[in-house]
């Protein structure tokens, strides 16, 4: 029960006269009083009026005004932090397909274990939202481009196959393109649909070799952060991975410092996950942050129940106690 963003608080002055009501009536019940002490004879009082009220007569006034207080402050139109599920809102999941996803660090495999959780990341967000898919190693494609539709985005995910290399930059750059033809077809709005990506990778980059490249990651996180999409990146692996290529044993490390700054640079958030359970801990945080928003909203249902209940309260309390309305 929110007290606080009145729509009209105007309304809460007729607070005073509900206090108003409330003192006129212990004044009236004051002089009732007094009036009776005047009476000397209490043998003759005891025979005229044997059953004189007790306190529970107060009850229905008492019921009715707090009843009205309340019915006042729902008058006043309390708001109150809701949250609200996101229907028009972007969201490219870029998924690493590079060899290193190969590793066996993560039961059964890096890549098993991403498409795992990328499907329940789908099917867990609000349906109103347009999800894409892109994967990405040397190049980046768009799978799938952002769509309501879960099920194709599901199905490309089941159909991932691991390449060579690590372009990173590619990945984001690609996936702004996916929302920006988006955006150009809805459109309908002053403002394109708040969008955001998902990354995730297990390594560092590698094409181009640096990330401040003009195609580089760091330099599409800017351009990112430029065009108001938030990068949101999940380290995913452990510093003990290895990769069989060719008989021969490599280590493929996750590289954490790259994905954290592209997550800085663009505004978005970072994570880490060593296991599915982390991931898909990584997955349930992000879809709270996209698939909701925070805004504020009328809260004054409870403050109306309760004082609905109050006012019948004191009504039924005075026919009951006094067999009459207040």
Do not use: C
Request: hydrophobic share 45%; aromatic share 6%.
């Amino acid at each position: 029960m929110s007290l606080s963003g009145f729509a009209s608080p105007w309304w809460l002055l007729f607070l005073i006269v509900v206090a108003a009501l409330g003192v006129a009536y212990v004044v009236v019940q004051r002089r009732r009083l007094a009036h009776t002490l005047r009476f000397t004879n209490f043998e003759l009082l005891d025979k005229v009026a044997p059953d004189r009220p007790g306190r529970s007569r107060h009850v229905p006034v008492a019921l009715l005004l707090v009843g009205l207080a309340l019915l006042t402050v729902a008058l006043a139109g309390p708001t109150a932090e809701q949250r609200v599920p996101r229907n028009r809102a972007t969201v490219v999941l870029a998924i690493d397909v590079s060899l290193s996803m190969e590793s066996t660090d993560i039961e059964p495999s890096r890549l098993a274990a991403a498409q795992e959780a990328a499907k329940d990341f789908a099917d867990g967000l609000t349906p109103g939202i347009n999800l894409g898919l892109v994967a990405f190693s040397g190049t980046a494609s768009v799978l799938v481009s952002p769509t309501t539709n879960r099920a194709a985005t599901r199905t490309a995910i089941d159909q991932l196959q691991l390449s060579e290399r690590t372009a990173t930059g590619e990945a984001i750059f690609t996936s702004m393109q996916a929302i920006d033809t988006l955006a150009a077809v809805l459109g309908g709005g002053d403002q394109a649909p708040p969008a955001r990506i998902v990354l995730l990778s297990d390594g560092k980059q590698t094409v181009p070799e640096s990330p401040d490249d003009p195609r580089g990651g760091f330099t599409a996180a800017r351009q990112a952060a430029d065009k108001g999409i938030p990068v949101s990146t999940i380290s995913f692996g452990t510093q003990y991975g290895t990769v069989t290529i060719e008989d021969e044993r490599i280590a493929v490390p996750v590289d954490d410092p790259s994905l954290e700054e592209i997550a800085n640079l663009s505004g978005g958030s970072f994570f880490t996950a060593s296991s599915l359970e982390e991931l898909h801990g990584a997955y349930d945080t992000l879809e709270e942050q996209i698939g909701f928003e925070t805004t504020r909203g009328d809260a004054s249902r409870p403050w109306l129940l309760l004082g609905v209940l109050a006012v019948t309260g004191g009504l039924v309390a005075a026919m009951v106690l006094r067999q009459r309305l207040p």
